[in-house]
């Protein structure tokens, strides 16, 4: 939908301009006197928003816009700054009282002429290198992504929070929250300093952050030098109903209430979208952003494209604003997101915001095969928004969502992963190897330049430890001789209950097949570490399977009790007398220092549960075992309790050393000590559990609500956390390769 508004004309070879009523300049003047282009066609003059004003001229060549820069300087003007990418030149000129930036778009043969009043901004700072640079996904803020630049100060992207966690948590908590971030980042800096905070676009869920800072006691604690945006003007946004900030934050009042009235057992990403009134309304949110924007003594930027930054080698191309999609009505805010391009050393990676089809279009057009990139923030969360043509020329072999991998799989029926084609055809791109997460737990990080994983390939030969997608309750270790070890198997009560039972069991058989490169499985021991419900549901229902007979199972080994060995009400008495077991699979109860052996591969048993004893609670009569391999072990608990991981710790001490552990009970309360798991000092720390699910399953549970799960995530020798995230396989080669393992940032 064009929008026809015009406001000004030429006069006298000069642009004059006849500033809307109700147009937002940020206190800023409107430019004046600027020359007029001669030649092409005219279509009008539109107001850019902030003072500045859009010239948009059709079926032009690159020699006008080489004879309009001559103009320019016979009126006085200067060269501030040039750019050429693709076949699309951009130009800067000022004089002291007006920024001129003219650019030819070759594939439209067209000319944008943009006018400011003139500020001055700085284009490069110094080189420095006092620290390595990296790209850094927060674990606070799951909208929010980080540049630590060479010379250890940060480019900040967007920063904001979904509205229901906006409403659910303190604001000044997690803003807090955010400065010990940075401020680790920084080397515990006392003062954090940003280069530059860049605001893709006016939503509140990326510039909540800033928009909020001044207001909080931490806003001393940060020095920010340049704040890079563009919010079109308001007449060219559809909405026109204006949202005051009191009336924002009596948005936030009313979700917090919903939210409190909802309860824990309400689904999460119902809140959302089933509030009885509306909870995103962003319609002059831009105007409240530029409003917050003035309190920091910091340059105000509005972006245009074709502008150029070296931030201490960093740089950054900006490649689209809502100026290039001029004259438009924007119906959707997030057609407005910049796109911008930042290299370190030769590679490239894209920020997208929250971009749209339009410009999407726009930069497959304007850029073509130079959109290719070594890395590149997904678009709109991984909900769909950026188009496959889009997606397809960038490439790219990591990918940044901001988003949790629980948001992206499950934000509602109409979003995340295995919900929209291009988000779930992106996550499986063949040139992807690996993914980052804000998954608001640890701050997953790539370091500049971005160094491509290069790791042998995957042989049928090889050891491998893999998480399930299916089931969080479940690994696999894959044995040389191509049989699968399979440890746990189950689902917590709820998702047992809301999601189809076949589509589960069937795939975790899909999951087996691609280990084994076969649709005939052989597994040499399905491994329950207790009788809970939890972790033998998939033996409970796969007799009723039709992959049943593609299956083989040596033997299950599981500590089987009666039901008066443990105090209190006990699940799942007399598990040997369970239907599975009847005809198709033998049962192994081993004891404690029995030895198992698989191939080239045994497992010593460091503990079982006696029939003869009585036991406080189901967690006490877990099976610990340790797999080895080549010398490097594998450390099974299963539901261990902290009494338990004691007497362990007491009984083996160094010898529990292993390179990877599962962390028992799934990281809630009573998972075992943090001194057994610093005897352990496992490289790989394995959850059965969603990261989701680890931090917010109850109060009472999950990391930063238990003291121990929170120390043991934190322990100094754990490389990598690896969780059941219901979303990618993770495969890791045992004994384990460095180059698997994060890095600590």
């Not at 009126?75 to 009282?97: L, P, V």
């Not at 026109?240 to 924002?248: F, G």
Request: proline letters at 4%.
């Amino acid at each position: 939908m064009m929008q026809d508004k015009l406001i000004g004309h030429i006069e006298n070879d000069v642009y004059r301009i006849t500033a809307p009523q109700g147009d937002i300049s940020n206190n800023r003047p409107w430019a004046q006197d600027v020359p007029a282009f001669d030649g092409s066609s005219y279509q009008g003059i539109y107001s850019g928003g902030d003072g500045s004003f859009i010239v948009c001229i059709d079926h032009a060549t690159l020699a006008e816009i080489e004879r309009y820069t001559q103009k320019l300087m016979q009126c006085g003007y200067r060269k501030f700054a040039e750019n050429k990418i693709a076949s699309n030149r951009f130009f800067t000129y000022e004089n002291g009282f007006n920024l001129v930036y003219c650019y030819y778009i070759a594939y439209t043969q067209s000319i944008k002429i943009i006018a400011e009043p003139f500020y001055p901004y700085i284009t490069a700072t110094p080189r420095q290198t006092l620290s390595r640079p990296a790209i850094i996904a927060s674990s606070v803020c799951d909208r929010n992504f980080y540049v630590r630049l060479p010379d250890n100060t940060l480019l900040v992207i967007d920063g904001g929070w979904r509205i229901e966690d906006w409403c659910l948590y303190d604001h000044a908590e997690l803003i807090h929250k955010m400065y010990l971030e940075m401020s680790q980042i920084l080397g515990n800096a006392q003062t954090i300093h940003v280069s530059m905070w860049l605001i893709t676009h006016a939503h509140t869920d990326h510039a909540r952050v800033l928009e909020t800072l001044y207001q909080t006691d931490w806003s001393a604690a940060f020095q920010i030098d340049q704040i890079l945006y563009n919010f079109p003007a308001p007449n060219h946004i559809a909405n026109t109903d204006e949202a005051t900030a009191e009336q924002i934050a009596q948005m936030d009042r009313n979700i917090r209430t919903w939210h409190a009235k909802a309860g824990v057992s309400f689904p999460y990403e119902r809140i959302f979208y089933n509030c009885p009134f509306r909870v995103y309304d962003t319609s002059h949110y831009e105007k409240v952003c530029r409003h917050a924007f003035m309190q920091y003594p910091a340059t105000q930027i509005k972006a245009h494209t074709g502008m150029h930054f070296d931030l201490s080698g960093v740089t950054l191309d900006v490649l689209h604003t809502p100026d290039d999609d001029m004259p438009t009505l924007f119906n959707n805010f997030n057609n407005t997101s910049l796109v911008v391009r930042m290299t370190y050393q030769g590679s490239p990676m894209l920020w997208l915001g929250d971009m749209g089809e339009l410009p999407s279009d726009s930069c497959v057009k304007m850029y073509g095969n130079l959109l290719k990139c070594d890395c590149m923030q997904v678009s709109h969360h991984g909900w769909g928004a950026a188009t496959p043509e889009f997606y397809a020329l960038a490439r790219p072999s990591i990918l940044f969502w901001n988003n949790s991998e629980f948001g992206f799989k499950h934000a509602d029926s109409h979003q995340g992963y295995g919900k929209t084609k291009t988000s779930t055809d992106l996550y499986h791109m063949d040139c992807v190897v690996k993914n980052y997460f804000c998954n608001r737990i640890h701050m997953s990080h790539a370091y500049l330049p971005v160094q491509i994983p290069e790791l042998p390939p995957f042989k049928m030969s090889d050891f491998i430890i893999a998480s399930s997608t299916v089931s969080d309750r479940t690994y696999y270790l894959r044995l040389p001789n191509s049989q699968l070890i399979v440890i746990g198997g189950g689902w917590r009560d709820e998702d047992w209950a809301q999601y189809d039972h076949d589509a589960l069991l069937r795939g975790m058989y899909h999951e087996m097949c691609a280990l084994v490169g076969s649709s005939n499985v052989t597994i040499a021991a399905f491994l329950i570490p207790n009788q809970s419900a939890d972790y033998h549901r998939f033996l409970d229902a796969l007799p009723g399977t039709d992959f049943l007979n593609h299956l083989q199972i040596n033997s299950v080994i599981c500590s089987s009790l009666p039901a008066h060995c443990i105090k209190g009400t006990f699940p799942t008495a007399d598990f040997q007398k369970k239907p599975c077991f009847s005809k198709r699979f033998s049962l192994c109860s081993p004891r404690t220092g029995d030895v198992l052996h698989f191939g080239n591969v045994q497992a010593h048993v460091l503990y079982a549960p006696n029939a003869n004893s009585q036991y406080n609670s189901i967690g006490d009569t877990s099976l610990v075992v340790r797999f080895v391999y080549q010398g490097k072990g594998i450390l099974i608990t299963g539901d261990m309790t902290d009494s338990l991981s004691e007497q362990l710790l007491s009984q083996y001490g160094s010898h529990l050393r292993s390179d990877v552990v599962q962390i028992a009970n799934h990281g809630w309360n009573n998972c075992g000590s943090v001194q057994f798991y610093q005897a352990v000092a496992a490289q790989l720390q394995l959850w059965t559990n969603s990261e989701y699910g680890f931090q917010f399953f109850r109060k009472d549970e999950g990391y930063q609500k238990t003291l121990a799960a929170t120390a043991i995530y934190h322990l100094s020798t754990c490389r990598q956390n690896v969780f059941c995230d219901q979303v990618s396989m993770q495969r890791f080669h045992f004994p384990l390769e460095a180059a698997e393992l994060q890095q600590d940032v």
